[in-house]
């Protein structure tokens, strides 16, 4: 009989009710709530007439509709004024914690979840959001859900799945220096393909998660949905637990110790069985970013836009239609091609450690007239302890705008968006045609890749700065 993975155990501990024909009924033991789902949720909840079955295990914060210019309040940017105010009455009336702007806990929801301890290993953790598998990094089986099922959730601490099979991608080998979880994540992606998670848990293991920070392997869960998967995991270990301890919402004293020994059970069994077994070498994996307007279409650094003829008749429509939007000419090379904004920030790359690898390539340089670059901290909490390190000084000083948490131009739900044919090289998770403004051409890259692009006014190889 084979043993259990670590999704099996996260499912079974949380079955109501075996629903037949694979589906069950799952106890939710977090709900997180941001401005653009979460009213929506709650508006639900309002026309049925239904109320909250535990606030108290429901978290709010405003991020994708606010402002992130500095001195913001919620109102700042008109056209999410409404949102805001309906997140903030909704969660008062309904008495849900509510994280608001300029309240210490406010950010990005899956940069602040983590980092206040709402997260943690083995719980069931869900959102009105497709990158709530971000929070899988932890230990927790975390997973977006649609308004009907947010709101049933609300309602009664539930919800109706379908239990995916499952796919382990083992990581050997060790990162090359300047290589990061997001490298890591984009050579996936483009391995695999965009669909190659489509309907199972991912699960992410081998030796260098087992090296990762767990900032980085919230960055890989993160992207786990751009290769298709609903669900991300990382099973907890002693770095896991170093991270929690000590976060405001975790277990405090004698009951964080007493909870140490069922996290630690929180692995995949030697014996157990995966429906897809992959295994990339790590070693080979250079610093890499997007070319099209898929997660999947990236390249090494230093590598060439492709050629239409170097793929199959039926993927070239994609490809030439990729390259038109892009402006890009099939064989040139990626590094050297002029950019017009860069964006650090986003719930993929805007925690503490991608601010610090980021400073660390723009301390001493400028960025050109030519680019606008913004940082846009993911919390409140990273901005502080950014600004208490002197990030910000080192940021400000090369060029770059010191910016509020939210959002902001991941999504462009805020009204931050790059102009129309301007070129961004991004830290964000997507780069599909208008992901950031209409007519905006993305490339997805690393913190340090994006610094480097923002110094040097062009996509450039962050190993090549002097």
Known sequence: MNGHTLFDKLWDAHVVRDLGDGWALLHIDRHLLHDLSGP??????????????????AFATPDHAISTVPGRTGQTYAAGAHLWRTLTEECAARRIRLFDVDQSGQGIVHVMAPELG???????????????????????????????????????????????????VRYSGALAPGVTAKDLALHTIRQLGASAGAGYCVEFAGP??????????????????????RYGLIAPD?????????????????????????????????DAAFDCNVEIDASQVVPTI??????????????????????????????????????????????????????????????????????????????????????????????????????????VEAGF????????????????????????????????????????RTHLASPAMAAAAAVSGCISDLRSLA
């Not at 919230?218 to 298709?228: A, D, F, K, R, Y």
């Open 40 to 57: 929506v949720m709650l508006g639900e909840l309002s026309r049925r007439g239904c109320a909250v079955a535990n606030p108290e295990l």
């Open 118 to 168: 709402l997260v943690l290993p083995g719980l069931t953790v869900i959102c009105g959001d497709s990158h709530t598998c971000t929070n899988g990094g932890l230990g927790a089986l975390a997973f977006g859900v649609g308004t009907s099922e947010g709101a049933h959730a609300l309602a009664t601490q539930t919800v109706r799945q379908r239990k995916p099979p499952q796919m382990r």
């Open 208 to 229: 260098v998660i087992d090296a990762m920070d767990i900032e980085g392997r919230l960055t890989l869960c993160n992207l786990s949905v751009e290769l298709g998967a």
């Open 238 to 270: 002693e770095a896991t637990i170093a991270y929690l301890r000590g976060r405001p919402y975790a277990p405090r004293g004698a009951a964080f110790e007493a909870a140490l020994p069922s996290w630690r059970t929180l692995r995949t069994d030697a």
């Open 290 to 395: 997007t070319w099209g307007t898929s997660p999947e279409q990236a390249i090494p650094v230093d590598g060439r836009v492709p050629e239409p003829g170097a793929v199959p008749a039926g993927e070239r429509p994609a490809l030439e239609d990729a390259l038109r939007y892009m402006g890009l000419q099939p064989g040139q090379r990626i590094a050297g091609t002029p950019v017009d904004w860069v964006f650090i920030g986003s719930c993929a790359n805007s925690r503490l450690s991608d601010l610090r690898a980021a400073a660390q390539v723009a301390r001493g340089r400028h960025v050109p007239d030519s680019v606008t670059a913004w940082v846009v901290p993911g919390s409140l909490e990273v901005k502080r302890a950014a600004e208490a390190e002197g990030l910000d000084r080192i940021f």
């Open 401 to 440: 705008q010191w910016r509020e948490p939210g959002c902001s131009m991941c999504v462009a739900a805020n009204g931050e968006q790059v102009p129309p044919g301007q070129r961004c090289v991004s830290t964000s998770n997507r780069n599909f045609v208008g992901r950031q403004g209409p007519g905006a």
